[in-house]
């Protein structure tokens, strides 16, 4: 691979990427507030319940469930969109762009993934 069909990878993961991420963090967060709304508005803080702890723990681990179904999409669009070492199938990350572009190596198992020195022509 070369220095440049790896950059035009990453740049179509960054692509693919940036509507899940930012569509779902804001749906995230509007499901999120959403929950601790309710919760707060069953079970105020000021008033005493004895489901109150109940719910707030249920309610803490609603709040996980639209946070990990995000983590799963972005994982998976990260799988099936980014650039993967041969040697040991590590998905590229835009994080590692530089460090590979510069070593031309898999972070991970440290084969070679890129040419350096050739031009990306
Ligand atoms: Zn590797």
């Known amino acids: 691979m070369t ?32 929950i601790l709304a309710a919760t707060f508005r069953a079970y105020p803080l000021n008033r005493y319940d004895p ?5 707030y723990v249920v309610s803490s681990f609603a709040c996980c469930v639209p946070i990990l ?18 040697r040991c199938g590590h998905a590229v990350t835009l994080l590692e762009r530089d460090r590979i572009l510069s070593t031309g190596r898999c972070p991970k198992c440290g084969s070679a993934i890129v040419a350096v020195g050739s031009n990306g022509a």
């Open 3 to 34: 220095p440049a069909e790896l950059a035009a990878q990453l740049h179509h993961l960054r692509r693919a990427l940036r509507p899940t991420f930012f569509l779902g963090g804001v749906l995230v967060a509007l499901v999120e507030v959403t």
């Open 51 to 55: 489901n109150a702890l109940t719910w």
């Open 69 to 86: 179904v995000w983590y799963l999409m972005l994982r998976q669009l990260l799988a099936r969109f980014a650039p993967k070492c041969e």
